[in-house]
């Protein structure tokens, strides 16, 4: 009683109050200062890509940071993670393929990002380094093996701003014998026939604008937005946004901002209004068609605006949402729609969640599609989780042996009721959940890694590809 009484007297108490008002104003006055450091900092980006205007470079942004710096003048995105560069590593998860792909056709690409406190982030000092050189040296192995001329001129040494490893070689020539022997380029042909001139990492940072590059290369041109720590600036104001942006995301952020001259204007509108369900719910995919099939596998991925009753229901039989918020759920009076909610919150916040639904979501997908309907997968922007759970499919289901992403024959021979066994032999599946049709009890087993095991289990038993590997 004491305690309550005496937080009842803090409350109305104007010193606490005083203290209270003045936290709010300083984090507005932080986020202030935030919004107008990207926007310094992008007008920066804009004299970069003006100054190579006459190479006509792709401009890629490096997810997640880059991307509030050069949404506005690029829609490629790219994903180097400075933490691979922590530790001098190569990720066979990122291997970049499109950026590779860009560079080689226009001679060269320019990747944007920001670091909060070095001259250069790590993804631009040791990550892309690595990545151009193993991919460099990949090229003149695949040479090798097929008995290919080398070319007069081909360049595989390691280009990289910071002191690497003494045993940099060592691994260097590890990671290529690991892509080599992993078959994951399916078609070295292509890679051959794409990357025609070595790649070579270039370093451009605030204030500098103009890069002089090698035209034996195809270059890569790290474009770092920010610039020293400064009095009302800070560097890298856009990382870890999950953290400080309350849902807001880059389109969001520049809708707002080009709709006015005022910037502090349009920069107080958005902290008036910066909560996590009006953004989402408003948040559109930065492609006006909302959604993306995938080839022939009959799934398509989307932001959270293709999943928007009743639209949604006549593009879609099926729905997989994978974020933490619904439209409302009411399906159409036909029965065969189904729809199956996995609450997955985005990026960094929820790193096991997502792991833990993926086995549901798999079977439910499988179930779907081969009864000859159309799944949609969405998550909030399109980008992540839903991402994560078609990969999870298409490496489980599909094959892409005909040069088009189609599901394997054995997934028509597929036995539902055999999961059900395998779950339980004994359990009576008469509870089923109105939205996804799936038994309840099959719903709760189908989670976590013991769900995991029941779901390789059940396609061990059907599929002859995977149990020649097993």
Not at 52 to 60: C, L, N, S, T
Not at 275 to 282: G, H, S
Not at 290 to 300: K, M, R, T
Request: hydrophobic share 35%; with cysteine; glycine share 4%.
């Amino acid at each position: 009683r004491r305690t309550v009484q005496k937080n009842r007297r803090r409350i109305t108490d104007p010193f606490y109050i005083y203290v209270f008002l003045m936290f709010t104003e300083k984090e507005q006055s932080l986020l202030r200062v935030k919004f107008k450091s990207i926007c310094d900092d992008a007008e920066y980006i804009s004299s970069v890509i003006e100054a190579h205007k006459i190479q006509d470079w792709p401009v890629v942004c490096n997810e997640r940071c880059g991307v509030w710096y050069g949404y506005c003048q690029s829609c490629n995105r790219c994903y180097f993670k400075s933490t691979d560069g922590h530790v001098w590593t190569f990720s066979m998860k990122r291997l970049n393929l499109r950026v590779l792909e860009l560079a080689s056709q226009s001679g060269g690409v320019l990747i944007i990002d920001a670091t909060k406190r070095k001259m250069l982030p790590d993804s631009f000092s040791r990550t892309i380094p690595i990545w151009c050189c193993v991919w460099n040296r990949v090229v003149t192995k695949y040479r090798s093996l097929m008995q290919i001329t080398e070319p007069k001129f081909w360049d595989i040494a390691l280009y990289s701003p910071a002191q690497p490893p003494e045993d940099i070689e060592e691994r260097l020539n590890e990671f290529v014998t690991q892509i080599i022997e992993s078959g994951m380029i399916s078609d070295p042909q292509w890679l051959l026939r794409t990357l025609k001139l070595p790649l070579r990492p270039y370093f451009c940072s605030n204030p500098n604008i103009k890069i002089e590059s090698d035209r034996r290369y195809a270059c890569i041109i790290c474009v770092n937005a920010s610039k020293r720590k400064s009095q009302g600036y800070e560097p890298g104001a856009a990382d870890d946004h999950e953290l400080w942006g309350r849902g807001l995301t880059p389109q969001l952020f520049w809708d707002n901002i080009l709709q006015t001259n005022d910037i502090q204007k349009a920069i107080d509108t958005i902290l008036s209004t910066a909560t996590q369900k009006n953004f989402e719910d408003n948040d559109i995919t930065y492609s006006q068609n909302y959604y993306a099939p995938l080839g022939e596998s009959g799934i398509a991925v989307g932001s959270r605006r293709a999943g928007r009753p009743p639209e949604c229901w006549a593009n879609f039989d099926a729905i997989i949402n994978v974020s933490t918020l619904e439209y409302p759920t009411e399906l159409p009076s036909s029965s065969k729609k189904k729809y199956l909610f996995l609450p997955v919150k985005e990026g960094k916040k929820d790193r096991t969640e997502l792991e833990r639904w993926l086995p549901l979501a798999c079977f439910f997908a499988i179930m779907q599609v081969t009864s000859g309907k159309s799944l949609l997968i969405h998550c909030a922007q399109g980008l992540d989780r839903s991402v994560a759970v078609a990969m999870a499919f298409v490496a489980l289901f599909c094959s892409s042996d005909s040069n088009a992403l189609q599901r394997h024959t054995w997934c028509n021979s597929l036995n539902y009721k055999r999961m059900y066994e395998l779950i339980s032999p004994l359990e009576v599946f008469e509870s089923l959940d109105p939205r996804s049709g799936l038994p309840c009890f099959l719903c709760d087993h189908l989670q976590g890694r013991s769900g995991r095991d029941f779901l390789f289990t059940w396609i061990l038993e059907h599929s002859p590809f995977f149990s020649s590997k097993h």
